[in-house]
Each structure stands twice: as structure tokens, then as C-alpha cells.
T-cell receptor, first 113, second 112 residues
Framework: GENVEQHPSTLSVQEGDSAVIKCTYS??????FPWYKQELGKRPQLIID?????GEKKDQRIAVTLNKTAKHFSLHITETQPEDSAVYFC????????????FGKGTHLIIQP | DADVTQTPRNRITKTGKRIMLECSQT?????MYWYRQDPGLGLRLIYY???????NKGEISDGYSVSRQAQAKFSLSLESAIPNQTALYFC???????????FGPGTRLTVL
């Protein structure tokens, strides 16, 4: 099955700086890569996703890049703000395996004032 | 607003008891999922369903069973709960595959 590795597990950045979270996946058949944000005590919510036919996608301060050859994808948050503090999960959806998401273990992003 | 709901939100039970967690959705989605979240382990897929007649095992189905009673309802059962099933359980829905999954608020289960 699919295996998703996510780094770092904790990331602390100064407010206004950029944050980058990286994930690798194992199944070359995976073709959909969402990122979820989970605030303390809340449910995960999609913030951005990318499909395997696209190399980069941007939505305001958030961007995701995908390198299919290397099987890795990254989340980039620019001009970080206090409300960006949360746990972020990457995930991969295999085209040929179980029809559910395989998640990374999460990154706790801390925005320092 | 269309939503995904879960009951109960919190449950404390004892080892060996049978427990049912329920999920309902008003989004009109065909696909429903059950995930388990443990600290430091992310979310892991337990079971998923494409429609009422289709149930599939996920990564960690042992010790769990599910029932899709209707398009809008998907229940997760622990036949004989054990302490290592203590976790936060999330239900999710999507329209088709490879699309955004919408999560319920979660059920925090503690097995003593």
C-alpha cells in the first residue's frame, strides 16, 4: 500500500516568515495530493490540493508543488500569520489501491509573534 | 448548511463492551469513510464505502466493523472494545473519489 512520510514534525517560524512542509510518497500510481489543516480540537479541513497532471498550484499565501519523478510534494505558506498555527497533514490518494487517503503523521506549525 | 455529524462526541467505556459510533451527512455524497487519529500517527483509514451495497476494508480494519444503513448514514462498531482502541474517530464524506473529503467533528473514545 501507499506510505506517506512528512517532515518536519514540528516547525516554528517568526510571524511574517515563510514555512515549508515536505512529504514523500511511495506509490507511483498515486494521483491526488491534498493538504489538510487541523486546529486544536477541530476537524481537519482541506486547504489546498494538487493532482498529478499539475506541477504547482497556488491560492493566495498557500502553494503546493509536486515532483512526480522524485515522488515528493511540498506545502509553502508565505507571510505567516498567527492564525496559521495548527497541525498540517499531507495525504496521497492512490489510483490503484484502497479508495481512501493515506496521511502523513502531521506537522505542528507554530507561528512566533 | 450541508454537514457531516457524528454521535456521540465523547464516550468512555470499559474493556469488552460493544460500542457503536454513528455518522450522518446531509451533503448528498456517495462515499463515506471512517478514520482513526492517534497523537503523532496522523489519520488512518479503517473502512470506506462507495454506496449502501459496497463496504471495503482500510489499513486498520481489525477489531472494527461497519454498516452503511443508508446513503447518508455510516456506523462504526467495536464488537469488544480494548484499551488500544482509545482514539479520536473521524467520519468523512466525498463526492466520488480523488476529491475533497469533508470530515465530521470527531468522536473521542476512551476504553478503560
Amino acid at each position: 500500500g501507499e506510505n506517506v512520510e512528512q517532515h518536519p514534525s514540528t516547525l516554528s517560524v517568526q510571524e511574517g516568515d515563510s514555512a515549508v512542509i515536505k512529504c514523500t510518497y511511495s506509490d507511483s500510481a498515486s494521483n491526488y495530493f491534498p493538504w489538510y489543516k487541523q486546529e486544536l480540537g477541530k476537524r481537519p479541513q482541506l486547504i489546498i490540493d494538487i493532482r498529478s497532471n499539475v506541477g504547482e498550484k497556488k491560492d493566495q499565501r498557500i502553494a503546493v508543488t509536486l515532483n512526480k519523478t522524485a515522488k515528493h510534494f511540498s506545502l509553502h505558506i508565505t507571510e505567516t500569520q498567527p492564525e496559521d498555527s495548527a497541525v498540517y497533514f499531507c495525504a496521497a490518494f492512490s489510483g490503484g489501491g484502497a479508495d481512501g487517503l493515506t496521511f502523513g503523521k502531521g506537522t505542528h506549525l507554530i507561528i512566533q509573534p | 448548511d450541508a454537514d457531516v455529524t457524528q454521535t456521540p462526541r465523547n464516550r468512555i467505556t470499559k474493556t469488552g463492551k460493544r460500542i457503536m459510533l454513528e455518522c450522518s451527512q446531509t451533503k448528498g455524497h456517495d462515499r463515506m469513510y471512517w478514520y482513526r487519529q492517534d497523537p503523532g500517527l496522523g489519520l488512518r483509514l479503517i473502512y470506506y464505502s462507495f454506496d449502501v451495497k459496497d463496504i471495503n476494508k482500510g489499513e486498520i480494519s481489525d477489531g472494527y466493523s461497519v454498516s452503511r444503513q443508508a446513503q447518508a448514514k455510516f456506523s462504526l462498531s467495536l464488537e469488544s472494545a480494548i484499551p488500544n482502541q482509545t482514539a479520536l474517530y473521524f467520519c468523512a464524506t466525498s463526492r466520488g473519489s480523488h476529491n475533497e473529503q469533508f470530515f465530521g467533528p470527531g468522536t473521542r473514545l476512551t476504553v478503560l
